[in-house]
């Protein structure tokens, strides 16, 4: 049954395969867990659509870098550009070369400074951070020291975070930031510069540490740690709240973070909006995807229901495979049988051709010779309204010729007489047109102008094909030597039945056995 649903994808995939293609490029600002999973998303939404086609670039946290990534992939002819831009205002000129080349942009997750886009979605980076910080303040119960470890400077989730976070624990004039910490959404970047203020800040309690994400709250952690001067009771709260393993919810559930909040990847339904936008049809043109925030009380039941979406997604992901390689196969299948049918069809015109050439040749030849006498049919036989009589035939022979010539059958009858005397003494180099017609009971003119009437040919010329005939059936059915064939059919010079034989058939008597 399985097997039977792969073939049906497989054949309704090939079918299809004819409709226009969309080449949809993904810049990404970074590379890291969430990127992947949102781009593991894009290409699983990219399966439910066939004619989609997915173009990956990665600029490694670099301005520069993405800017050339957007050039390329627009160079390339891409229909749409799904892209996070590193900061708020240096990928602009790049974006807005796509927007004006007709190209449409979906920016997701980080904004730019400029209004050329066709469409924006993300979650709500400020809410998030301000739900943080509320979450922040009720678990010190209004009072405490925070370190705050930013998002890169200038991409707008860091921002907006950073001042939900600030409006929230504002409100709260027992919490105290204590600092707020470069860690540009990476941990190793939080782990140095972490490190690098607790040089001069050894001796300050830290009760809790917000980094703008999961992966800097934990390179805060591990900068403490490796200092030893993590605290027992110091917390540690982030974003991003990623399924899976190192993931966000996993770190909750094993009390390395105390919170997390789901920064939604949703790389599916960014796919989904991109061929909305390219299929002509109505579509939001800013879209906030929902979150929610990560504790103990609910880290398990998360984790759960992640793994299980994981499961399946993976299973998707072996079926899609199978179904690419059953179209692989079938592709290469295709060019087998094609070529296959290619070798036979030429096969079989060398065949009819070499047929044509030299056996159709032959019977050609031999057709002409049958068909001047030996198998002649009555119905082609003309009727003889008279012949003008050179000298009178003797009274029973004019009886005969009488009857004979008023009708076609009789014709034959007279053809197959001239036919036994002819074959009968065939041997007979000697053998004359007088000696036929007295066979035959006629006068030579009478038998000249008989034969030539029926036949067209002089008694002279098919007695010569008669013994040219008899030689090649001989030269067939024999190993005798050509100039003994030559002798028994009655040709007194070898020489001679050689240049009459190739005068008939067009070849020497020596090819026929070739
Ligand atoms: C992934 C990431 C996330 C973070 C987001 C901000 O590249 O660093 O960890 O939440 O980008 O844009």
């Keep these: 049954m399985k097997n039977i649903c792969l073939l049906l994808l497989a054949i309704t995939l090939v079918s299809c395969s004819e409709r226009k293609v969309w080449r949809i490029g993904v810049s990404q600002c970074s590379v890291d867990i969430w990127r992947d999973k949102q781009n593991a998303e894009l290409k699983m939404g990219a399966y439910f659509h066939d004619n989609v086609e997915l173009k990956f670039a990665s600029a490694h946290d670099s301005d520069e870098r993405q800017v050339q990534q957007i050039d390329s992939l627009l160079d390339e002819g891409i229909d749409l550009l799904i892209v996070a831009p590193n900061q708020v205002s240096t990928i602009s000129t790049a974006i807005d070369r796509a927007y004006d080349k007709g190209v449409p942009v979906i920016v997701f997750e980080r904004k730019t400074n400029s209004h050329k886009y066709t469409a924006f979605i993300s979650a709500d980076n400020y809410e998030m951070g301000h739900v943080m910080g509320e979450y922040i303040v009720s678990r010190l119960h ?56 607790l040089i001069n800040h050894k001796d300050v309690p830290i009760d809790l540490v917000f980094g703008a994400n999961d992966r800097t709250a934990m390179g805060a952690r591990k900068a403490l ?15 991003d709240g990623l399924p899976g393993k190192d993931g966000g919810i996993q770190q909750v559930r094993d009390s390395l973070l105390d919170a997390s909040y789901i920064y939604p990847t949703h790389g599916d339904q960014i796919l989904d909006l991109a061929v909305r936008i390219l299929e002509g049809k109505p579509y939001e043109k800013e879209t906030m995807l929902m979150s929610a925030l990560v504790t103990s009380d609910n880290a398990k039941v998360l984790q759960m229901e ?54 159709g040749k032959m019977t050609l030849r031999k057709e002409r010779v049958v068909n001047s006498l030996w198998n002649i049919k009555p119905e082609d036989i003309p009727v003889i309204e008279g012949t003008t009589e050179p000298s009178k035939p003797s009274g029973e022979t004019a009886a005969v010729e009488q009857a004979e010539e008023s009708e076609p059958i009789a014709n ?6 001239f036919k036994e005397a002819v074959e009968s003494r065939l041997e007979d180099s000697e053998l004359s047109v007088e000696d036929l017609a007295s066979d035959m009971n006629l006068s030579r003119v009478q038998l000249y102008r008989k034969v030539k009437a029926v036949t067209g040919s002089t008694p002279i010329e098919l007695l010569r094909t008669a013994r040219l005939n008899r030689a090649y059936q001989m030269l067939m059915t024999t190993d005798r030597s050509v100039s003994e064939i030559a002798y028994q059919v009655g040709f007194s010079a070898p020489s001679y039945f050689t240049k009459c034989f190739k005068e008939e058939y067009g070849m020497l008597p020596g090819d026929v056995r070739k």
């Design 412 to 417: 034959t009858f007279f053809i197959t007489r």
């Design 225 to 239: 740690t490796d200092t030893h001067l993590l605290l027992p009771n110091t917390l540690f709260c982030g974003i």
């Design 142 to 197: 209004g009072h405490g020291t925070v370190l705050e470890i930013k998002g890169l400077d200038g991409s707008s989730p860091a921002i907006e975070r950073h001042n939900g976070f600030m409006d929230a624990v504002k409100k709260a004039p027992g919490i105290k930031v204590i600092a707020s910490l470069q860690g540009d959404w990476t941990e190793p970047k939080a782990y140095e510069a972490t490190k690098q203020w």
């Design 306 to 359: 992640s793994e299980e979406i994981m499961r399946q997604a993976a299973y998707l992901d072996q079926l899609h495979e199978k179904a690419d390689n059953y179209l692989q196969q079938l592709g290469t299948q295709r060019i087998v049988n094609w070529l296959a049918i290619g070798i036979i069809a030429l096969l079989l015109a060398a065949i009819v051709l070499f047929y044509l050439y030299h056996v």
